[in-house]
Nanobody, 117 residues
Framework: QVQPVESGGGLVQAGGSLRVACRVR???????????MAWYRQAPGKQRELVATITRTSSTNYADSVKGRFTISRDNSRKSVFLQMNSLKPEDTAVYYC????????WGQGTQVTVSS
């Protein structure tokens, strides 16, 4: 079964940094590599929102709320996607998930990121 597995979340003070990772288990390279992958997040009481995307050629796009602070990257050999988060704010507190840009994969458990003020 194809399953994203997220890791790397935690508790950090405002202004700090975290790097979260996602490895997609059960997927073959020829299927993973062409995908535009994405990070999403869901804060308590809110809908899941798109945070960043990265294409097969590593072109990236970001939500306005994280532009200039977050960086998405990928490692195709490891079927993995990463999100470097700098200058974190309390409003970045959420569970972070990865999926492709059209949400074809199963949802993983996500990784909790909590930013204290």
């Amino acid at each position: 079964q194809v399953q994203p597995v997220e890791s790397g979340g935690g508790l950090v003070q405002a202004g700090g940094s975290l790097r979260v990772a996602c490895r997609v288990r059960g997927i073959i390279t020829s299927v993973f590599n062409p995908k535009t992958m994405a990070w999403y997040r869901q804060a308590p009481g809110k809908q899941r929102e798109l945070v960043a995307t990265i294409t097969r050629t590593s072109s990236t796009n970001y939500a306005d709320s994280v532009k200039g602070r977050f960086t998405i990257s990928r490692d195709n050999s490891r079927k993995s996607v990463f999100l470097q988060m700098n200058s974190l704010k309390p409003e970045d507190t959420a569970v972070y998930y990865c999926n492709d840009d059209i949400q074809q994969l199963s949802w993983g458990q996500g990784t909790q990121v909590t930013v204290s003020s």
